[in-house]
């Protein structure tokens, strides 16, 4: 079935889909591609194994980056030639496994959603520091589209403080 789906902001026929159902060894993830809103699809080379295809994001500042990844898993795939090819990026381990991710307008700034709050990078995924979420797990992030400065982080509570929400 489908996990995760998202429209490319430059091309808006142009749209990616990723996977998720039970691995049983024989049918790996995927990410497919219509260029065509959705009329007919192309699956794209990714072929990520038992790992289901939970989020995708589009580099709005260059839209032949593509990231996609798996929740709870440390790092994400990326291509940058709009799926054609695909390649691992790590992400710091005080980060903790990806839940969701998103780039800023700019398209310079990477913003994870993670079991260690919310992370970010500067530098295209080299480097990555904790920004924040109240030290709670982020599950989903989201920058405002009217203020690019302010970013939401929807929380997981915290099991004895109770503690969560959006930040």
Request: charged share 10%.
């Amino acid at each position: 079935y489908i996990a995760s789906i998202t429209v490319d902001p430059s091309a808006p026929n142009t749209i990616y889909a990723g996977t998720a159902h039970p691995f049983t060894g024989s049918n790996p993830e995927h990410v497919f591609k219509s260029t065509d809103g959705g009329s007919s699809w192309t699956q794209t080379s990714l072929n990520a194994g038992q790992f289901s295809m939970d989020f995708i994001a589009i580099n709005p500042a260059r839209p032949s980056q593509v990231v996609a990844g798996s929740s709870g898993v440390l790092g994400y795939l990326q291509s940058v030639d709009g799926g054609t090819s695909w390649s691992i990026i790590s992400t710091s381990a005080a980060c903790g496994g990806l839940n969701a991710i998103a780039f800023a307008p700019s398209g310079s700034t990477i913003y994870l959603a993670s079991q260690g709050g919310v992370c970010r990078s500067s530098d295209g995924g080299t480097t990555w520091s904790l920004a924040g979420a109240g030290g709670l797990a982020a599950s989903a992030i989201l920058i405002d589209p009217s203020d690019p400065a302010t970013i939401y982080a929807g929380t997981t509570p915290d099991l004895d403080s109770g503690a969560g929400g959006v930040f």
